[in-house]
């Protein structure tokens, strides 16, 4: 189990690297659209992450529950870097808009309308099952904040794209496929 916990750090590690390098392409934001700064989110997270990899506290020792934590952390950031793939240089930080915005329902965004939010909840809630289990605090404060977020999001595409966000809203789930 060591090495496994090992290894979803690495991958926790990696695909952070990722993700910030790749914010360098993005859109600028529109003119008047808030800056939300995740720099203290991050950091909070960085430290209850560090905190839960460390602690010894509800420490999970299964070995089942370690595959499966782990194919979930591997799916959850899959499909998250799949869908920041997908959004290219329409991508940027939660419930922020962008100059020139695009509609993009394709790819991932065919399953889920917040696909990224979904393989982060996903891949969170796999390294608490690798872990510790007091990661699903992380994972249940995660769902509150990217529910939110989402909501606003939504407010901010359906006034961007009257005539085609609300039919894609109809059509698709918000978090979790055919149900959520």
Not at 95 to 105: G, H, N, R
Not at 160 to 177: E, G, N, R, V
């Amino acid at each position: 189990m060591h090495v496994l916990r090992l290894v979803i750090a690495v991958v926790w590690i990696l695909f952070w690297v990722y993700w910030f390098a790749s914010a360098v392409s993005a859109k600028q934001r529109a003119v008047g659209s808030r800056r939300w700064s995740l720099g203290g989110v991050t950091a909070l997270g960085i430290v209850i992450m560090l905190r839960v990899f460390r602690s010894g506290s509800l420490e999970v020792h299964s070995p089942v529950l370690g595959t499966i934590g782990a194919v979930l952390v591997a799916a959850g950031l899959g499909l998250a870097v799949w869908a920041r793939i997908h959004l290219g240089r329409n991508w940027g930080m939660p419930m922020s808009q962008k100059a020139e915005p695009e509609l993009v329902t394709s790819g991932p965004y065919r399953l889920v309308r917040h696909p990224i939010y979904s393989g982060l909840l996903l891949a969170t809630f796999g390294t608490a099952l690798v872990t510790n289990l007091i990661g699903l605090i992380i994972a249940a404060v995660l769902v509150g904040y990217f529910y939110y977020a989402a909501t606003v999001e939504e407010r901010n595409l359906t006034a961007t794209f009257p005539t085609t966000y609300p039919a894609y809203k109809d059509s698709t789930k918000m978090l979790i496929p055919f149900l959520l």
